[in-house]
């Protein structure tokens, strides 16, 4: 069902903190013309957790509006409560979403049965493809390929984004799956290496920046051309490991903030760059011709 590059949207503020609706809808255009296949606003680089559920709700429903059916729209609608997410996940889908994006329950830890009972009474109650999100060194809790296989025999479960950051836990889930479940990279480190193994692309937080760079990679990987997707990756790699540099989303915002696309502006306790990461930051853009 899904293949190829879904960027996961930042979400832009204006300088005095409130939602940046035309930058966000300027973002969304420079996507699409970009060639993306789909966009993922909400998730963890659109700072999911300090936008209040009705902001939520409301980037989902800008992103949908401004796409206008061109691309998939894939709605950040997960929590750490089940009750909120299904709530979240109906007036989504209600808005026009192709799908719902379902962050692992974090800080309170459930057990692997718990995870499977969070996921499957969403998908019962709100009748939406579902991407199943993997992210242990945020959520504090991994879940088990074993999970997921159960997971995949659900109807509205039909992928996983997978950001456990380990290639043999990648590997062991892409093994495991039906045919018909994809299997997403959450990490644009890995995202050549798990699509070359037989994912179908990536949910990524670089393609923000250099969307047409990182689908022509995956793109190239895809379509069994290994040898042009690896350079691609090498020399894109230096991107990548900056978006690390601090916190998600705090580097990429900071970099489509150089770029023209938005105000530097987070919500606490995001805080901005310090100078030293500033630099290197330039510096890095500058080599690759964005500023």
Same mark, same amino acid.
Request: hydrophobic residues 40%.
């Given at each position: 069902?899904?293949?190829?590059?879904?960027?996961?949207?930042?979400? !832009?503020?204006?300088?005095?903190?409130?939602?940046?609706?035309?930058?966000?809808?300027?973002?969304?255009?420079? +996507?699409? @013309?970009?060639?993306?296949?789909?966009? *993922?606003?909400?998730?963890?680089?659109?700072? $999911? !957790? &300090?936008?209040?559920?009705?902001?939520?709700?409301? *980037?989902?429903?800008?992103?949908?509006? /401004?796409?206008?059916?061109?691309? #998939?729209?894939?709605?950040? &609608?997960?929590?750490?409560?089940?009750?909120?997410?299904? @709530?979240?996940?109906? +007036?989504?889908?209600?808005?026009?979403?192709?799908? $719902?994006?379902?962050?692992? #329950?974090?800080?309170?830890? !459930?057990?692997?049965?718990?995870?499977?009972?969070?996921?499957?009474?969403?998908? /019962?109650?709100?009748?939406? !493809?579902?991407?199943?999100?993997?992210?242990?060194?945020? &959520?504090?809790?991994?879940?088990?390929?074993?999970?997921?296989?159960?997971?995949? /025999?659900?109807?509205?479960?039909?992928?996983?984004?997978?950001? $456990?950051?380990?290639?043999?836990?990648?590997?062991?889930?892409?093994?495991?799956? #039906?045919?018909?479940? @994809?299997?997403?990279?959450? @990490?644009?480190?890995?995202?050549?290496?798990?699509?070359?193994?037989?994912?179908?692309?990536?949910?990524?937080?670089?393609?923000?920046?250099?969307?047409?760079?990182?689908?022509?990679?995956?793109?190239?990987?895809?379509?069994?051309?290994?040898?042009?997707?690896?350079?691609?990756?090498?020399?894109?790699?230096?991107?990548?490991?900056?978006?690390?540099?601090?916190?998600?989303?705090?580097?990429?915002?900071?970099?489509?903030?150089?770029?023209?696309?938005?105000?530097?502006?987070?919500?606490? %306790?995001?805080? %901005?760059?310090?100078?030293?990461?500033?630099?290197?930051?330039?510096?890095?853009?500058?080599?690759?011709?964005?500023?």
């Amino acid at each position: 069902m899904f293949r190829g590059v879904y960027t996961a949207l930042i979400t !832009p503020f204006t300088t005095d903190g409130k939602l940046d609706e035309g930058a966000l809808r300027r973002i969304v255009n420079a +996507q699409i @013309d970009a060639g993306i296949a789909g966009l *993922v606003p909400v998730g963890t680089t659109g700072e $999911s !957790p &300090t936008v209040t559920h009705e902001e939520n709700v409301r *980037v989902v429903g800008i992103v949908i509006d /401004e796409a206008r059916g061109r691309v #998939p729209v894939i709605a950040g &609608t997960g929590s750490n409560s089940t009750a909120e997410a299904i @709530d979240m996940t109906s +007036q989504a889908k209600e808005l026009g979403a192709a799908a $719902s994006l379902q962050v692992a #329950p974090y800080y309170n830890k !459930p057990s692997q049965e718990g995870f499977y009972q969070h996921f499957t009474t969403i998908a /019962e109650e709100v009748d939406l !493809p579902m991407v199943v999100y993997n992210i242990p060194g945020r &959520t504090g809790k991994n879940i088990e390929t074993a999970t997921v296989r159960r997971l995949a /025999e659900h109807r509205n479960i039909v992928a996983v984004k997978e950001a $456990s950051g380990s290639i043999p836990q990648m590997m062991d889930v892409l093994a495991a799956m #039906p045919d018909d479940f @994809d299997v997403l990279s959450g @990490d644009d480190n890995l995202a050549f290496s798990l699509t070359a193994l037989g994912g179908r692309g990536v949910i990524s937080v670089a393609s923000n920046l250099v969307p047409a760079r990182v689908v022509k990679m995956i793109d190239q990987a895809l379509r069994g051309d290994i040898e042009h997707a690896r350079k691609d990756h090498f020399e894109l790699l230096p991107l990548f490991k900056a978006l690390f540099i601090d916190t998600n989303p705090i580097p990429i915002k900071y970099m489509m903030h150089r770029a023209g696309f938005c105000t530097e502006r987070y919500r606490l %306790p995001m805080v %901005p760059l310090s100078a030293g990461d500033r630099d290197t930051i330039d510096a890095l853009l500058g080599s690759y011709g964005i500023i």
